[in-house]
């Protein structure tokens, strides 16, 4: 585009006159910037570039409960929405636009963040506080709430300028049991337009854990053995994490017991089977647990446990003794063998364990086998005969005891 200066006198007075000569470019008019951002309450300026000379200009807005704009161009932004703004030229007609998208005027963002230990003790435990669109931040102490649950304490701290627009707030002294979290007062910061922050909070909680988790061992499997195996549950209560192996476990005997500690055994998140084998002699067998065998979240140890309940080691099996004839001399009977059983808890003597010891000559009948107490049996022969002697034995296994132990064979007898 070019422009020509023309000069006219007329009644002796010189006029300077601009404009474009015959054949010249089109006309143009371009309203700067294109698009517009606001938020509600602010306001800009539109420049509109015609190449007319001494231009003058109309302007509108399409939608004037969004946007309106002054006869010199100044848009402002009223609501949330869009509003096109156009500008006509007075001398060409020609006409531009601008699109305006006015959103909140939204004041200063505060995002607080995640503890800096998702469990503790006695800390320090910090709590990040990030602020979006501030200018300003004038977060203290005094703008900070601790907000505690349970028995749980802390001292909040002053806050720690980390970035441009974050604030780290840190809490020590620690105790008790619980959470611990913590919530901002409004007005912490400002933005460019005097928007003052908002309260924010509670943010997300810190555990607070002093209790140490707990273990019981449970009774032994069984409550007698002579061999084994034998078990022993171990369960634990608010562990998180559970170390227990084979050195842990403090083995309990008396009298002349011995045993191997065969495996420690996973059963469950929260159950260890502590077992044992090869056991022998004769006494009591228990256990007891070192400490420090699990851990919770905040790093409390487990304590020492034990020791356990004691399981029975009999390797000592029952005797049976049997008693003189009665009587002590017969010549056609009846005739009788008591047996007395010591440290037995099930007979099971039967005829097929009787073995009679006779001379040659002498004839028995043995007629019945009698439980006359808990722990003795009577032998009956009812038909005897002949000259001689007559006697018992009783085979291996007529008795057992808790353990499992078996009654060796016991005589021969006393004969009549």
């Known amino acids: 585009m070019w422009r020509a200066i023309f000069t006219a006198v007329l009644g002796g007075i010189s006029l300077l006159l601009q404009g474009c000569p015959t054949g010249g470019g ?19 300026s539109l420049t509109a570039d015609s190449s007319a000379s001494l231009d003058t200009f109309t302007w509108s807005s399409n939608s004037t409960d969004v946007a309106t704009v002054s006869p010199q161009g100044r848009v402002t932004a009223l609501a949330v929405g869009s509003a096109q703004i156009t500008v006509t030229s007075r001398r060409t007609e020609l006409t531009d636009t601008t699109a305006v ?9 505060i995002t607080l963040g995640e ?21 300003e931040i004038t977060l203290a102490a005094a703008d900070i709430t601790l907000n505690t649950t349970g028995t749980a304490t802390g001292v909040l701290g002053e806050p720690v300028t980390t970035g441009d627009t974050v604030r780290s707030i840190p809490i020590h002294a620690i105790a008790g049991d619980g959470t611990l979290s913590i919530s901002i007062a409004a007005g912490t910061a400002t933005d460019s337009e005097g928007n003052a922050a908002p309260a924010a909070g509670p943010s997300s909680p810190v555990t607070v ?3 140490v988790p707990t273990l019981e061992i449970s009774a032994p499997s069984v409550s007698t053995t002579n061999t084994g195996p034998v078990d022993y549950l171990v369960n ?35 159950e260890r089977t502590v077992s044992f084998s090869s056991i022998d002699g004769d006494g009591t067998l228990g256990i007891s647990i070192a400490a420090a065998t699990a851990a919770d979240q905040a790093g409390n140890a487990a304590a020492a446990a034990g020791p356990s309940a004691e399981v029975a080691v009999d390797n000592t ?3 049976a003794t049997i008693s003189a004839p009665s009587p002590s001399t017969t010549n056609n009977g009846p005739l009788t063998f008591r047996v007395t059983y010591d440290g037995a808890s099930a007979i099971t003597l039967a005829e097929s364990d009787v073995q009679i010891n006779g001379s040659a000559g002498v004839v028995a009948v043995l007629d019945e086998i009698e439980a006359t107490s ?39 007898s006393d004969t009549a």
């Not at 994490?241 to 469950?268: H, P």
């Not at 000259?387 to 132990?405: E, M, P, Q």
Request: without cysteine.
């Open 26 to 44: 089109p006309d143009s008019l371009t309203l700067s910037p294109g698009t517009l951002s606001l938020e509600v309450g602010q306001s800009a």
């Open 101 to 109: 998208t006015v959103s909140e005027n939204l004041p200063p963002a």
């Open 115 to 135: 503890p800096s230990a998702a469990a503790t003790r006695q800390g320090p435990v910090s709590f990040d506080v990030a602020y979006g669109g501030a200018t």
């Open 209 to 211: 854990d002093n209790t």
């Open 236 to 270: 634990y209560t608010g562990a998180d994490e559970i170390t227990l192996t084979s050195a842990d476990v403090l083995v309990n005997g008396t009298g002349t017991v011995a045993a191997t500690l065969a495996d420690v055994a996973t059963t469950s998140e929260t």
């Open 317 to 319: 099996p029952p005797t």
């Open 374 to 412: 808990d722990n003795q049996h009577t032998i009956r022969f009812s038909t005897v005969a002949g000259d001689g002697t007559l006697g018992i034995s009783l085979a291996a296994g007529t008795a057992t005891d808790a353990a499992g132990n078996l009654a060796p064979a016991a005589g021969p």
